[in-house]
Nanobody
Framework: QVQLVESGGGLVQPGGSLRLSCVAS????????MGWYRQVPGNERELVAR???????SYGDSVKGRFTISLDNAKNTVYLQMNSLKPEDTAVYYC???????????????WGQGTQVTVSS
């Protein structure tokens, strides 16, 4: 019932910037959390950043000070501003959300399709 559509990935040089976006749609009653994970082939996915609806944020240690997550509640859209990109940031970035579908229902986690970010000279 919930779809996450990501955009903004691409190829950038080290030190460059990218801005990812993810739009959530469907029969959503309320969004509790939206976030970003990333995964390199052969590795486990790791937390990049997450934001709760009330505004609190958390970041993975490797991106603190360089990445910024933000949420537009009216548009159900989460953004990830990535600055000072490093080759180690190369990965598939996945958007995720913890969402309630009914007023008295549980929370479910949904994932986007992923978008490739490549940092290379």
């Amino acid at each position: 019932q919930v779809q996450l559509v990501e955009s903004g990935g691409g190829l950038v040089q080290p030190g460059g910037s990218l801005r990812l976006s993810c739009v959530a749609s469907g029969s959503i009653f309320s969004i509790a959390v939206m976030g970003w994970y990333r995964q390199v082939p052969g590795n486990e996915r790791e937390l990049v950043a997450r934001i709760i609806n009330g505004g609190g944020t958390s970041y993975g240690d490797s991106v603190k000070g360089r990445f910024t997550i933000s949420l537009d509640n009216a548009k159900n859209t989460v953004y990830l501003q990535m600055n000072s990109l490093k080759p180690e940031d190369t990965a598939v970035y996945y958007c995720t959300t913890d969402v309630k579908l009914k007023v008295d229902g549980p929370f479910f986690r949904y994932w986007g399709q992923g978008t490739q970010v490549t940092v290379s000279s």
